[in-house]
């Protein structure tokens, strides 16, 4: 009896003392919450405020540009003036013409001193403006309205730009089964559209993460955006091409094409990915940078030396697909998506053959430069 009693004390006493614990922990943390809070109304106040300041700011600075167009214009109206009285010149003209002459250099200074002052404002308060809350562009408008799409914490860029490399690494072999399963059921349209269907909205998922990342610092090139929008609409055109002899005829083509990129987009997105991990370790790229082309700074390994041309190839089959639609336009000048579907091909192919060469040209540059 006595062994019971001070087991049953004991326990009393631990649970007891464990809910006073969990007590003191829920203080605290109601403490901090409400620290929190106040914190929160300070900040958005003081937001508030700040957003106040840069657009009368903005407006400011807008009326100082106008002011110094109209002095650019008036002196420009003086030297003219002055230029013509100087091919006529008399005694009293002549005093008058040093006089004009004199406070024309006055004006010269401080219109100098002007231009000046306002351009290392403008730079100031671009630097204040990546402070200010952005939607992203009209094209991240149309999905999710006009909301801040522009992270405070760091924590929450990286973890949007995860999501966004983990939404290209899983859904490529996905891409490059169907497709092998489009080039076997030839027959089935339903199929195709299903692979179309998925296509469009990763392009489109794609391009809105990626106006997102811009806006919270990534180094995304606009051309990139851009020819995700075309392929967002070459999916659309094709999910709309009728079910006809036109559309049968190019089927094995563009599957087969689809075969190649989505392979290459594997084995490309995986050394981008290693090559991004590489320079961060070094510091030579930014956190939100993220695994494209123009990002990793192309590395003459063995591994780039067998992808380049690859890369090279997808783009020319860029252009034999344009070539071979346009040609087929002109059998079937009824079917509107065929003639569309060639010319987004032909601006994408013109777009990353340009962009490619550009990379590879700053990469020759950089090369000699670090030679010499």
């Known amino acids: 009896m006595v062994v019971t009693a001070g087991a049953s004390a004991s326990a009393n006493t631990l649970q007891a003392s464990t809910l006073e614990n969990l007590k003191k922990a829920q203080d605290d943390l109601d403490r901090l919450g409400d620290l929190l809070q106040s914190t929160m109304k300070e900040l958005h106040a003081l937001q508030d405020n700040f957003e106040t300041a840069v657009k009368k700011q903005h407006k400011s600075l807008n ?14 109206r003086r030297s003219s003036g002055a230029q013509n009285a100087s091919e006529s010149p008399t005694p009293s003209q002549g005093e008058r013409t040093s006089q004009s002459d004199s406070s024309q250099s006055q004006d010269v200074v401080s219109l100098d001193q002007f231009s000046e002052q306002l351009s ?11 402070l200010m809350p952005a939607t992203g562009g009209l094209f991240v408008e149309c999905f999710l309205g006009s909301i801040n799409v522009r992270f405070a914490r760091k924590k929450e860029r990286l973890a949007f ?7 290209k690494l899983k859904l490529a072999p996905v ?28 392009y489109t998922a794609l391009a809105v993460r990626e106006n997102i990342l811009r806006v919270n610092g990534s180094n995304l090139r606009s051309w990139w ?17 009728p079910n006809g002899a036109s559309y049968a005829q190019y089927s094995r083509k563009l599957h087969l094409y689809g075969l190649y990129n989505a392979t290459l987009m594997i084995f490309q997105y995986r050394y981008q990915m290693a090559r991004l991990y590489a320079l961060r370790s070094l510091g030579m790229a930014n956190e939100m940078d ?5 990002s990793t700074q192309i590395h003459w390994s063995e591994t780039m030396t067998l992808l380049l041309p690859l890369i090279v190839v997808g783009h020319f089959m860029q252009a034999s697909q344009a070539i071979y639609l ?13 003639l569309l579907l060639g010319l987004l091909f032909m601006a994408n192919f013109i777009g990353n053959i340009s962009t490619t060469t550009k990379v590879l040209l700053a990469k020759r540059a950089d090369r000699i430069h670090k030679s010499d």
Do not use: P
């Not at 109209?70 to 420009?76: I, K, P, Q, Y």
């Open 225 to 241: 955006i851009i020819h995700h929008y075309f392929t967002m609409l070459q999916g659309v055109l094709l999910l709309t091409w």
């Open 120 to 130: 290392s404002i403008s730079t100031r308060l671009r630097a204040n403006q990546q």
């Open 326 to 338: 346009l040609t087929l336009y002109r059998k079937h000048s009824n079917e509107l998506q065929i």
């Open 175 to 202: 891409f490059l089964i169907v497709t092998i399963v489009c080039l076997f059921f030839e027959e089935y349209r339903w199929v195709h559209m299903m692979l179309q269907l998925a296509l469009s909205f990763y």
């Open 161 to 167: 730009k995860q999501e966004y490399e983990k939404l």
């Open 290 to 294: 993220v695994a494209s082309s123009d």
């Open 63 to 76: 009326s100082a540009s106008q002011i110094r167009s109209a002095m650019l214009s008036r002196r420009r």
